[in-house]
């Protein structure tokens, strides 16, 4: 009695670090019921595979379809601003050029008509 519990506790610690999560654990011990009957035991185990990979794909999509948003949207932010501040910029400089050009013109009519 005394061997089998020494074995069964080593066994136990050995296999258990092996199962990291306890639904993983569930599901393979639903897995090994229905294994029972040998399509059924195929069946979950592929289904479980299948969910677990189609899980992660989708979670590593969304993951990278964020990342390429949040990208795009500061790309296209700082173009703006720097277009506008340029913008801003060139027109400023067009209309003081403007004005200084008025300013020469008046001072020059008002010359020629003294």
């Not at 949207?73 to 703006?80: A, C, E, Q, S, W």
Request: hydrophobic share 60%; net charge neutral.
């Amino acid at each position: 009695s005394l061997p089998l519990t020494v074995v069964s506790l080593l066994g136990v610690d050995l296999i258990r670090p092996m199962l990291v999560d306890e639904g993983v654990v569930a599901l393979f011990t639903l897995a090994l019921e229905l294994c029972r009957t040998p399509l059924y035991g195929v069946l979950v185990v592929v289904v479980v595979v299948v969910v677990v990979v189609v899980v992660m794909t989708v979670i590593i999509v969304v993951v990278v379809a964020v990342a390429v948003v949040i990208v795009v949207v500061v790309v296209v932010v700082v173009v703006v601003v720097v277009v506008v501040v340029d913008h801003k910029k060139i027109t400023k400089n067009h209309i003081i050029h403007n004005a200084h050009k008025d300013t020469n013109y008046s001072t020059m009519i008002q010359h020629s008509c003294t």
